[in-house]
């Protein structure tokens, strides 16, 4: 053993005697280090004593090196000669020859190592020197390629005598008596080549006639396997003192590599130039001595602003940027600091902000490069417009200094967790410390997510499981979206808050968890107020129920007296023959309508903000409706003179579906105002389809006038309850200020808005847009109420149950049906409703839905349940102000439904539709009414009588003064017994009534005959 030993050692001191000698224990850590090895690594003793033997060597190399050592171990073999790289203190390395011995004690245990290093860095350099050397040189010999040549032009002038190397040139086999002709040798080149042929000929015979002494020349020649190469030769002359050429000396090589790269040179410039021509970002070419633009393509000058490159290479680089760049400094300094540098180092980037031609500033990304250009160092500048990119970088802060605020503002802060790298850490913001009261986040940078699942558990355990279950379902199902509400004890202060959180969850392409993303808001504040909301809200409903009921209540006694009042006014106008006393008649009829509409405007108002108003979409013809519109205002702006037109464009549908009525009344309230407000020139409504789509369009409304118009510090007023432009206007314009307020109520129940232009003293427009219209098939049917204008009808006999419980009612029903020879029968409370149907079996009945004892609706379910009374058609009539009333009337079977105050033509619009009826024998057809009464006495007359009146509705056309000249009409008809036109003044006042405003027009239209 100690023989192994003594040998093991001077094996060690033999390879291993240059640099250093070290020890290691059997944990491979050293013991003893000697030598200059602190010299060659910079490494102190204490650094290497108690540390590992491989780690200082390169990461990649430890597992080799330890390898070797183990496998010397193993194999009792000494290492010899192991190369390997070791590192320095300075990070870096040397490279270094390890001999060593593993050291084993008596027992044959591994005890250590031991062992010498050399550095070897330089003698590993100086081998690479050599090699490097050595392959420069074989390059050099393979790259001369070239062989000698020479002419003897006294003893073989026709002859090229050549070098072994050059016959291996031009693809000849070499011998001693290798000779080439000169002729063969111009027949090649010229037959390969020949115009480069005949410059080499005209070339070689110039010697002789000049005294140049030198010759070059370029050719193509054909080798004997048929290869063309390209070969370049340049030559001595010898002449003698006379100048006689005796001989030519040459080496020919062989260029054809050369030539290839010169072409491809050729095609790249092509190329290059092609790229620069056509390169998306502006390229220049920069002189950076002259400072001058010496080339730019077609990009850079466009950009510039300018319209040809040779406009652009006449501006210096200083005129094409401001004074000053956006730091402040001169452009000129600057640009020269930026140009040294990429003079110096090769290249340069940097931002620049140029300036067009026409002035505009232009943000971009200079790349600069010096390069080489016509054979000078010149520098090429790649100019990128990032005017957009930087719009997009201030955009992008902008939006992180709102998201920071929105935080601030919201009480919020954001978190995140990084699967990968810490899944049970939360990192978060200085402002999650805070919300959460967390101390320890300050200090650690985290926070623990047990802690987090801890507290949140302890605190409220139903909202804490239930944001774990919402948790733990979100990272294991992609499609759970993790939005959860908790309480939460702050850790300072032991405060009990709300928290919301919401996170987003980042996977990889196979789904597995990355990150996720959170935010947290402390929530305390609002979910108090949800305590506090739910109480009002409590009130509010409660105080909302009580509205309606009052509302009910207050429709129902309200339009109760004007159904009677409006009853019997119609009535007492059909039965007063004097005229003085029926103007009293007529005024109470115009009061009272004028009074009705206020009431129901009031109780529209009360209906929408009780929420009780509900839109009820039907079929309907908005044509149809708009020649509806026209008839009821062209008689008013008639009387004002005003030009009023209606349109409606071409590709409108048919038939739409909306609710008819909530739309009417939009229209008129528009309408009204427009003719109201306006003393001369013109109104005009117009209807327009937009966005169509499938089965949907969108509706535009215009009504449009020529009025006072709406001064701009009162159009945000006009929508307003009771309010108009000037709290002073009714005094010339009558009116309550609900219609405007209404009709944006109702298009609010749209889903529309509603737009107002206007100009004072000019005239207003307003807009009305109503998005989301279904279209109904043009073939389908839809039903519209029969509307019959005409009073003049004969009912078959018929019996009617009036069932109301107040008395005014069921006299105003009687005196009406009566007079239509209609046998009337009445009830006054639902029980006795239910016994007089059984009785007497009516063709009709006309039911009160509020009735004491036995409500209407009651009183119909009896009537139902009983075969014979099932059949008979059942009219609700009612006070109610809610259409919902009217929808439980038809949904329970109610075959129609009539509001009070009920007028005449609207009960005999009603009975039309149950009854068998016929209109009143005419003695003239509806046209012939129209043909113009040619008795020159009674035309006289009535000139005499009514011409005053005639001229006065020409200036102020009312209705009083319709009827006056009617009953003038039929005066005069009864002194002449011409029942032409006692008809016509008949029929006249009959359209007058129920203010058919076309028809007016048309008899008007016919009048003019007699007095004109």
């Known amino acids: 053993m100690e023989k192994h030993q003594t040998k093991c050692d001077f094996e060690a001191i033999f390879y291993g005697m240059v640099d250093w000698v070290w020890e290691l224990d059997s944990n491979w850590i050293y013991t003893m280090v000697d030598g200059n090895i602190h010299e060659k690594t910079k490494y ?30 193993k194999q009792l073999k000494p290492i010899k000669n192991l190369e390997c790289k070791m590192l320095c203190k300075d990070t870096s390395h040397i490279t270094v020859l390890i001999h060593g011995n593993a050291i084993f004690n008596e027992q044959k245990e591994f005890v250590g190592f031991k062992g010498v290093a050399q550095d070897i860095t330089a003698q590993k350099q100086r081998e690479e020197e050599i090699v490097n050397t050595n392959i420069l040189y074989e390059f050099a010999l393979d790259l001369s390629n070239a062989g000698s040549w020479y002419v003897d032009f006294e003893k073989a002038p026709d002859h090229f005598f050549i070098s072994k190397k050059l016959a291996e040139v031009y693809g000849e086999k070499w011998s001693d008596n290798l000779v080439f002709l000169i002729k063969d040798w111009f027949d090649n080149i010229l037959k390969t080549n020949e115009e480069l042929g005949l410059k080499v000929i005209e070339d070689w015979y110039d010697v002789f006639t000049s005294l140049q002494s030198n010759i070059e020349m370029v050719c193509q020649y054909t080798k004997n396997d048929g290869q063309v190469v390209w070969i370049y030769s340049k030559a001595k ?42 390169s998306v970002d502006a390229i220049v070419i920069v002189d950076p001595v002259k400072m001058r633009y010496v080339d730019c393509n077609k990009r850079a000058y466009e950009t510039m602003g300018y319209l040809s490159k040779e406009e652009f290479l006449l501006k210096l680089p200083s005129e094409l940027s401001p004074e000053y760049q956006p730091d402040g400094r001169l452009s000129k300094n600057l640009a020269f600091q930026n140009i040294k540098e990429a003079y110096e180092r090769g290249y340069n980037e940097f931002e620049w902000v140029f300036q067009k031609k026409d002035g505009e500033l232009l943000t971009s990304e200079i790349s600069l490069l010096r390069t080489e250009y016509n054979n000078e160092i010149v520098l090429q500048a790649v100019v990128t417009d990032i005017s957009e990119r930087k719009k997009y970088e201030e955009k992008l802060l902008h939006a992180n200094l709102c998201s920071n605020l929105a935080l601030n503002l919201s009480k919020s802060a954001s978190w995140y967790i990084d699967y990968e790298q810490s899944p049970d850490r939360m990192y978060g913001s200085n402002d999650l410390a805070e919300i959460y009261g967390i101390l320890s986040i300050y200090d650690k940078g985290f926070y623990s997510f047990e802690d987090w699942k801890e507290n949140i558990m302890r605190t409220n355990p139903l909202t804490g499981e239930h944001a774990v279950e919402n948790y733990n379902e979100a990272l294991t199902n992609p499609e759970c979206d993790f939005d959860t509400i908790y309480q939460f004890t702050k850790e300072n202060d032991k405060t009990v808050i709300w928290i919301r959180e919401k996170a987003e969850i980042i996977r990889d392409s196979q789904g597995n968890l990355k990150r996720i993303y959170g935010l947290i808001q402390d929530i305390t504040e609002s979910k108090e107020n949800e305590v506090s909301l739910a109480k ?114 071409e590709d409108f549908p048919a038939v739409v ?45 215009k009504v449009s006038d020529t009025g006072i118009g709406i001064p701009l510090s009162k159009r945000e007023h006009v929508f307003g309850d009771f309010n108009q432009q000037d709290p002073f206007i009714n005094r010339e314009f009558e009116g309550t200020g609900l219609g405007l307020s209404i009709t944006n109520k109702i298009i609010d129940l749209f889903n529309g808005s509603i737009q107002l232009e206007s100009k004072v003293n000019e005239g207003s427009t307003f807009t009305v847009y109503i998005p989301g219209i279904k279209i109904v098939e043009s073939n389908n049917k839809f039903n519209n109420e029969i509307v019959n204008d005409n009073l003049n009808v004969v009912f078959s006999s018929a019996k009617i149950l009036v069932a109301d419980d107040v008395r005014e009612n069921r006299e105003v029903l009687n005196d009406y049906l009566q007079s239509y020879q209609l046998k009337v029968i009445e009830a006054k409370d639902g ?111 009535l000139r005499l009588n009514a011409s005053k009146l005639w001229f006065a509705i020409q200036d102020a056309p009312e209705e009083m003064l319709y009827v006056r000249l009617a009953e003038v009409l039929n005066e005069t008809a009864k002194t002449f017994d011409n029942r032409r036109l006692y008809k016509q003044g008949s029929e006249f006042l009959k359209v007058v009534k129920v203010h058919n405003g076309e028809m007016i027009s048309r008899y008007l239209k016919l009048f003019e005959n007699y007095f004109y």
Request: hydrophobic share 40%; proline share 3%; glycine share 4%.
């Open 44 to 73: 102190s003793t204490d650094e290497l004593i108690n540390h590992s033997f491989f780690s200082f060597f390169p990461e990649i190399l430890q597992r080799h090196v330890k390898n070797v050592f183990e496998d010397s171990i």
């Open 237 to 278: 002359v010898i002449r003698d003192n006379e100048g006689k050429v005796m001989t030519v000396f040459g080496v020919t090589r062989d260029i054809t590599d050369s030539k290839i790269r010169e072409q491809e040179l050729l095609d790249q410039e092509k190329k290059f130039r092609t790229l620069f021509e056509h």
């Open 657 to 701: 579906e909306l609710d008819e009525l909530r739309f009417r009344q939009v229209s008129i309230n528009l309408l009204s105002n427009a003719i109201k407000f306006t003393k001369e020139g013109c109104v005009g409504y117009s209807i327009e389809a937009k966005n169509k789509r499938n089965e949907y369009l969108d509706i535009i409304i």
């Open 831 to 941: 029980v006795e409703a239910v016994e007089l149907a059984k009785k007497v079996m009516p063709d009709l009945i006309l039911m009160d839905i509020r009735m004491p004892g036995l409500s209407g609706f009651q009183a119909f379910d009896e009537l139902q349940k009983d075969n014979r009374t099932s059949s008979i058609p059942v009219v609700a009539c009612t006070a109610s102000a809610f259409i919902a009333t009217e929808n439980e009337a038809l949904k329970k079977g109610f075959n129609g439904y009539l509001r009070k105050p009920i007028l005449l033509h609207d009960i005999v619009n009603e009975l039309c539709k149950f009854l068998d009826w016929k209109p009143q024998d005419q003695e003239f057809s509806n046209e012939e009414i129209f043909e113009p009464v040619r008795d020159p006495a009674a035309i006289s007359l």
């Open 536 to 649: 009002a809200k409590e009130a509010a409903e409660a105080a909302n129920i009580s509205k309606s009921t009052f509302l009910a209540n207050i429709s129902h006694e309200i339009r109760t007296p004007m159904n009677a009042i409006i009853g019997f006014a119609e009535l007492l106008y059909i039965k007063v023959k004097d005229q003085f006393h029926k103007q009293y008649v007529d005024k109470i009829l115009s009061s009272s309508r004028l009074l009705l509409g206020l009431i129901n405007d009031v109780l529209d108002l009360s209906k929408i903000e009780a929420g009780k108003m509900e839109l009820i979409h039907k079929p309907v013809s908005l044509k149809k409706e708009m020649e509806t519109l026209e008839s009821l205002f062209s008689n008013r702006a008639i009387s004002k003179h005003l030009d009023l037109s209606f349109n409606i464009s």
